[in-house]
Nanobody, 125 residues
Framework: VQLQASGGGSVQAGGSLRLSCAASTRTSSTTIAWFRQAPGKEREFVAA?????????YYADSVKGRFTISKDNAENTVSIQMNSLKPEDTAAYYCAASNSLILSTVRQVDAYGYWGQGTQVTVSS
């Protein structure tokens, strides 16, 4: 699976951005997630769609209520709408995929075997 992330940029606090992740291929078992990594920090989970057709969506507590993840079946794309952005959301955002992920590991970086390039999100105060 090849992943192509797009949509990063710079906004002021309170603003919005939309990131997209295009997958070259996927199956009904594909899980696609977004992670982020700020300078000097470990990569952390943001949101995921577990097993493409399951309808199960998961968010990190830090983004719940502000970020919305969605998928486009025709385009094999997973997007994340980020609203009410805060300076602490500043990071490089990565999309990741797995075709064999189990639910208990959905938030774990090492559970994903495919990664897209990062796209930078910068939120100024």
């Amino acid at each position: 699976v090849q992943l192509q992330a797009s949509g990063g940029g710079s906004v002021q606090a309170g603003g919005s951005l939309r990131l997209s992740c295009a997958a070259s291929t996927r199956t009904s078992s594909t899980t696609i997630a977004w992670f982020r990594q700020a300078p000097g920090k470990e990569r952390e989970f943001v949101a995921a769609i577990f097993r493409w057709n399951s309808g199960r969506i998961y968010y990190a507590d830090s983004v719940k209520g502000r970020f919305t993840i969605s998928k486009d079946n025709a385009e094999n794309t997973v997007s994340i709408q980020m609203n009410s952005l805060k300076p602490e959301d500043t990071a490089a955002y990565y999309c990741a995929a797995s075709n064999s992920l189990i639910l208990s590991t959905v938030r774990q970086v090492d559970a994903y075997g495919y990664w897209g390039q990062g796209t930078q999100v910068t939120v100024s105060s």
